[in-house]
């Protein structure tokens, strides 16, 4: 049963470009949401959060956006660079310091 | 100041043997966790401590696998008569609240 669910295994942008990162979760208890970023042979590093008092968060170039009703969250990145080229995992928590379910990961590649 | 570290880096093993990871948190984190991502998988919760509440085991996979945490630091995940499926990278993260710290993992192969 996979409560929070990334459904586009990978992506491709150009430099410079918008890039959008969508997962979609099923459990309705869930009011904390997180980003990670993961390079190969590294830990996840933590990217940006959202509660869910609100519906949108931003932190320079990473913006995420939620979407209660629809159960749905996304990441944007905008301008995209070569550097944001990694696997990133959304995450869902009830309650801020429980544990987190994470999704599957999305490759993105960023094209120079 | 250090993040989390976790040792060994790499371990192989033979399918039978008993193994031992570490997790060394950052200090003064109160909650940690551990996941594993398996090859082309994504990270899968594994149990989680939070000061001296009675950890969350619910996705310990079977009873081979037990974790402590000592003195509300350090913390080592056991995993005996290790099979093969049980090869993984597993991941250590700690918090005070909010975002999670993870460490570099330590890759497990059981042969």
């Known amino acids: 049963d996979q409560q929070v669910k990334q459904n586009s295994p990978s992506l491709s942008v150009q430099e410079g470009r918008i890039s959008i990162l969508n997962c979609d979760y099923t459990n309705s208890m869930f009011d904390y949401f997180l980003w990670y970023k993961k390079y190969p042979a590294e830990g996840p590093t933590f990217l940006i959060s959202?509660?869910?008092?609100?519906d949108k968060n931003e932190d320079g170039r990473f913006t995420v956006f939620l979407n209660k009703s629809a159960k749905h969250l996304s990441l944007h990145i905008v301008p995209s660079q070569p550097g944001d080229s990694a696997v990133y995992f959304c995450a869902a928590s009830v309650g801020a310091t429980n544990k987190l379910i994470f999704g599957t990961g999305t490759l993105l590649a960023v094209q120079p | 100041g250090a993040g989390v570290s976790q040792s060994p880096s790499n371990k192989v093993t033979e399918k039978g043997k008993d193994v031992e990871l570490r997790c060394d948190p950052i200090?003064?984190?109160?909650?940690l966790y551990w996941y594993r991502q398996s090859l082309g998988q994504g990270l899968e919760f594994l149990i989680y401590?939070?000061?001296?509440?009675?950890?969350?085991k619910s996705g310990l996979p079977s009873d081979r696998f037990s974790a402590e945490r000592t003195g509300g630091s350090v913390s080592t995940l056991t995993i005996q008569r290790t099979q093969q499926e049980d090869s993984a990278v597993y991941l250590c993260a700690s918090s005070l609240g909010g975002g999670r710290n993870f460490g570099p993992g330590t890759r497990l192969t059981v042969l």
């Open positions: 200090s003064g984190h109160t909650a």
């Open positions: 959202i509660s869910s008092i609100k």
């Open positions: 401590f939070q000061g001296n509440s009675a950890p969350d």
